[in-house]
Structure formats: C-alpha cells, structure tokens
C-alpha cells in the first residue's frame, strides 16, 4: 500500500543522524502498536517524518507526523518548551492569553 507509493523526498535519509528527534518519535509511536489494537505499523521517513498505519475494521488511515526541533541540530528541548509555557513569566496565571 503505502510502501508502494515512491516518496515525495529523499533528503532525510541521507542525513539520518541529524534526525534523532524524529527517530524517537517514531519509536515512541511504534510502543502504541502494543497498547492499541488499531495501529498496525509505524513508517519512517517514508513521505513525513513518520506515519502511523490505523487498521479500523479493515480499512486502511494514515496519520502523517513531521518532527520540529529547535534551531540548533543538538539542542535539547526543557519541558517548559515542549507545552509551550514562557518561563520569563513567574506568574502562571499569565501563560494564558485568555
């Protein structure tokens, strides 16, 4: 199925390294094969930086995920990051833009 369609990009396997985030995602993803009977496979770096293959009563979905990093190749993102959250602002009240 999916396999069978040639990527749109091949840019990403030659530098496979610099990827590491993208890699874990994937792996973290591939875990859900484990816990959720709908997901069958995990494709990576084959049109998104990986893809999630849901069998729901025998249909065929894909999810296509890409993987962000910050700007440096090596940087290593703080938790505040990740939700988003200004650690400038003490006040929590104030993450909100509510």
């Keep these: 199925m999916l396999e069978e369609i040639k990527p749109r990009e091949q840019a990403g396997r030659d530098s496979f390294g610099r990827y590491?985030?993208?890699v874990r995602s994937a792996?973290?993803?591939s875990l859900s094969i484990l816990e959720d009977k709908d997901v069958d496979r995990i494709y990576c770096?084959?049109?998104d930086d990986f893809?999630?293959?849901?069998?729901i009563e025998g249909?065929?979905?894909y999810v296509f995920y890409q993987v962000k990093t910050n700007g440096k190749k090596?940087?290593?993102w703080t938790i505040n990051e990740i939700f988003?959250?200004?650690?400038?602002i003490k006040d929590l009240k104030?993450?909100?833009?509510e």
Excluded at 51 to 55: A, G, K, T
Excluded at 94 to 97: D, E, G, I, R
């Design 20 to 22: 590491r985030a993208q």
């Design 27 to 29: 792996a973290i993803a």
């Design 45 to 47: 770096d084959l049109h």
């Design 51 to 55: 893809v999630v293959r849901l069998n």
């Design 59 to 61: 249909q065929y979905f």
């Design 74 to 76: 090596n940087h290593n």
């Design 84 to 88: 988003g959250l200004n650690t400038q």
């Design 94 to 97: 104030k993450q909100c833009n």
